[in-house]
């Protein structure tokens, strides 16, 4: 079962590195694509069904899935450990099965496993949860498979780009540190240092409550009229801040999805009302 798992985790780090649409970190999704956007999921295994379910990967060439901050949160061990990586393990195969189809982003979690340092979520700290339970789960191939977990998160690129001025991320560089950010972190190659505070990684996938003054900015420097990140958690499922950045939420009951078409430009709005609850997919 540990091979398995090891082999899953080689092939996805390779998966991710050889999308076809993808450019150093940034992922450029064709024309005509058909684009169904997931927030943070932390392990919520139902709604992970649910987006599947509705992308229908088999019958739709044209349907892309992106999924962001898959581990810590969710299902636990009998000693209280997070079980997590089984979803991660599970959302890996389906890139895998569908290379082009299926993409991830970078998020704060994944970089905080990579480079072991705490990262909190409700008064726990998950990486310590997590590894915990993995050690209990694959026993002595635990370590070889925590190195193959750490090379597959640091495999995934930071953005997605549509044609029609649409960029997806995990989040954006905050107001604080702004100036240490460098922009073209989107379009060369990560480096391990990129994901350590305050390098470009780090502020790109930790960045909360940027200004509407920033967020302008960031559009301008990425040409790109509207965001869609994840990371800030959303009760009720979204939030839309200033007429530019939409932030959804995947990860409990009023979570949701954002599906649209890169043929199509949006208004804010529009794009708010392409928001599906993901209470509502079989
Ligand atoms: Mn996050």
């Known amino acids: 079962m540990a091979q398995q798992v090891l082999q899953i985790l080689k092939d996805g780090a390779s998966a991710h590195q050889s999308d076809k649409f993808r450019k150093a970190n940034t992922v450029f999704l064709p024309a ?10 932390h392990g919520n295994r139902r709604n ?10 088999d019958k739709n060439p044209n349907t892309h899935i992106i999924l ?22 599970d959302a890996v195969k389906l890139k895998i099965e569908y290379p082009d189809n299926v993409h991830f982003l970078l998020g704060n979690h994944d970089t905080a496993f990579i480079s072991r340092s705490e990262v909190m979520k409700n008064g726990k700290e998950m990486n310590q949860s997590m590894r915990d339970a993995m050690r209990r789960y694959f026993k002595k191939e ?34 604080r540190l702004f100036e240490k950010f460098e922009p073209g972190i989107l379009n060369r190659h990560l480096k391990v240092n990129d994901i350590v505070r305050p390098q470009s990684a780090y502020l ?16 301008g420097i990425f040409d790109v009229d509207t965001f869609i990140v994840g990371h800030q958690s959303q009760p009720t499922g979204f939030d839309r801040y ?14 949701v ?8 430009k949006y208004s804010i709005d529009e794009l708010i009302s392409c928001i599906l609850p993901l209470a509502s997919i079989a």
């Open 257 to 264: 999805v954002v599906r649209f078409n890169c043929s199509k």
């Open 48 to 57: 992970f069904e649910r987006i599947v379910s509705l992308a229908k990967l």
């Open 68 to 89: 962001q901050e898959l581990i810590h949160g969710g299902p636990e061990d009998d000693s209280g450990g997070c079980l997590s990586f089984q979803l991660l393990i």
């Open 142 to 175: 635990s370590e070889n498979i925590d190195l193959e977990m750490a090379r597959l998160l640091f495999a995934q690129p930071l953005a997605i780009m549509c044609p029609n001025r649409i960029m997806i991320s995990h989040s954006l560089p905050a107001d």
């Open 204 to 219: 790109f996938t930790w960045g909360r409550r940027q200004s509407p003054e920033i967020i302008n900015k960031l559009a």
């Open 242 to 255: 200033t007429d530019r950045m939409l932030i959804i939420a995947s990860d409990h009951s009023h979570g």
């Open 32 to 41: 005509d694509a058909d684009v169904i956007v997931s927030g943070d999921l």
